[in-house]
């Protein structure tokens, strides 16, 4: 079917519609596909011989569904052309009789729709150099493959997340598993009690509480051990008979902060009774006494005279 255009903004969508189709095929609409001509090619062969002989129609390989709309339009203001099916050989054209739009006039379109798939070849009778392609598909293999291709895609993306879940789950389960150790010791220190407590592991989140004769001496909560080590100050001295309890109790092992995410053993309680020593600070201090007595005492030492 021949017509002709009516107005000059048929001939600006067909050109639009020839430069959309110029996109990659995943983002074609293979059910219509516009094809334009080049300016001036009826005049020069710089368009051939600028695309290695192939470049006077634009798109000069199109792409369209069997069914689709091949919409053929001459929008060269300088000359005529045709959209004729076959192959040429040199001068020498061989139509195959699939097509031909005849002669169009500037502005002028004409419409194919395939039948078949394959590959169709055309060319300008009015100027044997132009030539393209039109690819012909099934519609329906395409969508298949595509149906295919977001299938395999999904039961990838599926099986990664269920690895991850999996990896995640043991990295859960051994931090679970970690034993947490903790290790009290105490020396009194500068008429207190000085609570020091050595972890297995590093970052242990816990609740410090020490009591002596049923009360509370020192109580915090939510404390975050970033070293192997941590070391706490009580305001209260244990003895034989008047011991000081500490309890410690893990919340979990992890950035403070950031609860969701800790592992390992939650509520885990570590007692010990504290009857605290002299420590080394005390002990120092002590030396030091005693060193100084026994200096004065030998500086003021009488000595007899007879």
């Keep these: 079917m021949k017509t002709k255009a009516i107005s000059s903004i048929f001939v600006l969508f067909a050109i639009a519609a020839g430069m959309a189709s ?6 074609a609409d293979h059910a219509e596909v516009a094809i334009v001509t080049v300016d001036e090619s009826g005049f020069s062969q710089t368009c051939a011989e600028a695309q290695g002989g192939s470049g006077c129609y634009v798109p000069v390989t199109a792409t369209v569904d069997v069914g689709g709309v091949v919409t053929m339009t001459n929008t060269d203001p300088t000359g005529v052309h ?20 005849g002669v169009l006039m500037s502005g002028d379109a004409f419409e194919w ?12 009778m009015l100027h044997t150099w132009m030539i393209g392609t039109i690819i012909v598909q099934e519609a329906a293999a395409e969508e298949h493959a595509d149906d295919h291709a977001a299938e395999e895609a999904a039961a990838a993306e599926e ?7 999996e990896h995640a789950a043991m990295e859960h389960a051994e931090a679970e598993d970690v034993e947490l150790m903790v290790m009290i010791s105490d020396s009194q ?28 001496v020192f109580e915090e909560t939510g404390l975050h051990s970033m070293e192997l080590i941590a070391t706490h100050q009580i305001d209260a001295v244990g003895s034989d008979d008047n011991p000081i309890n500490v309890k410690v ?13 800790w592992t390992g053993p939650v509520g885990q309680v ?9 420590g080394t ?26």
Excluded: W
């Design 22 to 27: 110029m996109a990659p095929d995943a983002f």
């Design 82 to 101: 045709t959209f004729t099916s076959g192959t040429v050989d040199g001068f020498a054209p061989s139509p195959d009789g699939v097509f031909d739009t």
């Design 113 to 124: 729709v395939p039948e078949a798939a394959g590959e169709q070849p055309y060319y300008c």
């Design 159 to 165: 099986a990664a997340a269920a690895e991850e879940a």
């Design 189 to 216: 220190v500068m008429g207190g009690t000085q609570i020091e407590l050595e972890f297995n592991v590093l970052h242990v989140n816990y609740d410090l509480t020490a009591t002596q004769n049923g009360e509370v």
């Design 249 to 261: 109790e893990s919340l979990g092992i992890g950035a403070p902060g950031n609860s969701d995410n």
């Design 270 to 278: 570590t007692t010990a009774q504290v009857v605290p020593e002299f």
């Design 281 to 306: 600070i005390a002990m120092m201090v002590l030396a030091v006494a005693i060193i100084s007595i026994v200096a004065v005492t030998a500086k003021s030492r009488v000595v007899p005279r007879f």
